[in-house]
């Protein structure tokens, strides 16, 4: 009998050191990964700081506020290089922001560079690529020129001269809106669209800080609005 005994309580104590092994086996397994986890978050972060990143918009959702009340920060400059510049009704108006900078701030300048609703094979790609029909997406555009025009016209001829209504004819690779921005310094926000996705999954980033990825971005979007030409009003025909 203590023989029989002996054999179960030595079975039990190897079952019980199996257990206690496996248990903390796979703490340390666990903590191990957790360790890896939080070094490749590090080294992400690291590079994301390094590189000037301070945003990622995962959505419009995770946007912080309106785009009016983001461009009314800016001090000196506004520049957008945009397909139509649509956005929602509650966001309120694009131009009464944009008149209220110029005109309280005589050195204020702002760009903003549409698709040229007169390019028809542009127009094509690009209301594809949204999923939009040709006619919606050139009123898009044509609308957004005609309330830029009204609001141009409404300054004076200082005031014009620092306020650039144009046309792209390129599909860049994502909408940019940058504020007081120069090669080192200023806010570069950037939004992709979604192949055939709404414009609310569209995802995005936010640059400001001076980096060479700051720089690339700064000198790209520059060079669109150089090859960007004006556009006339009369020339914005449905």
């Not at 131009?95 to 127009?123: C, G, Y």
């Not at 046309?167 to 007081?180: E, Q, R, T």
Request: with cysteine.
């Amino acid at each position: 009998m203590q023989i029989i005994l002996n054999f179960v309580f030595s079975i039990l104590g190897s079952i019980g050191a199996a257990v206690i092994i496996w248990y903390y086996g796979k703490k340390l397994i666990e903590k191990k990964k957790i360790d890896e986890h939080k070094k490749m978050l590090l080294k992400l972060g690291t590079r994301f700081f390094e590189e000037g990143l301070t945003k990622f918009h995962f959505s419009r959702d995770d946007y912080e506020s309106t785009l009016t009340t983001f461009l009314d920060r800016a001090k000196t400059s506004i520049s957008i290089i945009s397909v139509s510049l649509k956005i929602k009704q509650e966001e309120g108006g694009i131009t009464d922001i944009f008149r209220k900078k110029i005109t309280s701030n005589e050195a204020f300048t702002i760009t903003v560079s549409l698709i040229n609703p007169n390019n028809q094979a542009l127009i094509e790609i690009v209301a594809e690529t949204l999923n939009i029909s040709k006619n919606n997406l050139r009123k898009q555009i044509v609308d957004m020129l005609k309330d830029l025009f009204d609001c141009y016209e409404q300054l004076t001829k200082q005031e014009r001269s620092r306020f650039k209504i144009l046309v792209h004819n390129c599909f860049p690779m994502a909408s940019v809106v940058m504020l007081d921005a120069t090669e080192t310094s200023g806010i570069i926000q950037i939004e992709t669209k979604l192949y055939k996705a709404s414009r609310n999954e569209s995802f995005g980033f936010q640059i400001t800080r001076k980096s060479s990825f700051f720089k690339r971005n700064y000198i790209a979007w520059q060079r669109v609005i150089q090859e960007s030409m004006p556009i006339r009003k009369e020339d914005l025909v449905l």
